[in-house]
């Protein structure tokens, strides 16, 4: 049972690191998207790439109320804490991938440079997906300790 907790503890803590490093992503691209100016406008000014900050914003968002669920569930020693920290490891890391991914792809050229932050975010991201089980792992997990009672 202590081992089982500890595991449960490790990936937590991996989800909320990769929620870190989601959120810093984020605010870089935020950041860049108000200053980086393109054909006379801040690149924050199109539509479409609006859309797609909006859609990380609502994955940070989304990643951050499953993780807060997870902590707390463990914290009480709730009977699906186990269901809560298998969603929130799997939910978390898979999002987080995706965010950082979106954050260089918005950053253009200068996203995949070890100069800048965008892609150590995103291989920070992409190694934690992987520590303490993939999210294909943890979604099969929280489907096995999912209450039998689903009609």
Same mark, same amino acid.
């Given at each position: 049972?202590?081992?089982?907790?500890?595991?449960?503890?490790?990936?937590?803590?991996?989800?909320?690191?990769?929620?870190?490093?989601?959120? /810093?992503?984020?605010?870089?691209?935020?950041? #860049?998207?108000? *200053?980086?100016?393109?054909?006379?406008? +801040?690149?924050? *000014? #199109?539509?479409?790439?609006?859309?797609?900050?909006?859609?990380?914003?609502?994955?940070?968002?989304?990643?951050?109320?499953?993780?807060?669920?997870?902590?707390?569930?463990?914290?009480?020693?709730? +009977?699906?804490?186990?269901?809560?920290?298998?969603?929130?490891?799997?939910?978390?890391?898979?999002? /987080?991938?995706?965010?950082?991914?979106?954050?260089?792809?918005?950053?253009?050229?200068?996203?995949? *440079?070890?100069? #800048?932050?965008?892609?150590? #975010?995103?291989?920070?991201?992409?190694?934690?997906?992987?520590?303490?089980?993939?999210?294909?792992?943890?979604?099969?997990?929280?489907?096995?300790? /999912? +209450?039998?009672?689903?009609?």
């Amino acid at each position: 049972a202590d081992i089982q907790y500890a595991l449960w503890l490790a990936a937590l803590a991996t989800a909320a690191d990769s929620h870190g490093a989601m959120s /810093a992503a984020f605010d870089l691209t935020l950041d #860049y998207l108000k *200053t980086r100016r393109q054909f006379g406008n +801040p690149l924050g *000014t #199109y539509q479409a790439l609006q859309h797609r900050a909006v859609d990380m914003y609502v994955a940070l968002g989304e990643s951050r109320a499953v993780l807060d669920q997870a902590i707390a569930s463990l914290q009480a020693g709730a +009977p699906d804490a186990a269901r809560d920290v298998h969603a929130a490891k799997a939910l978390v890391c898979e999002s /987080a991938r995706r965010v950082t991914q979106e954050a260089v792809q918005l950053h253009g050229g200068i996203g995949v *440079t070890d100069e #800048y932050a965008a892609s150590h #975010y995103l291989r920070r991201a992409r190694v934690n997906e992987q520590l303490w089980g993939s999210a294909e792992q943890h979604f099969m997990a929280f489907a096995n300790a /999912a +209450p039998a009672t689903i009609a």
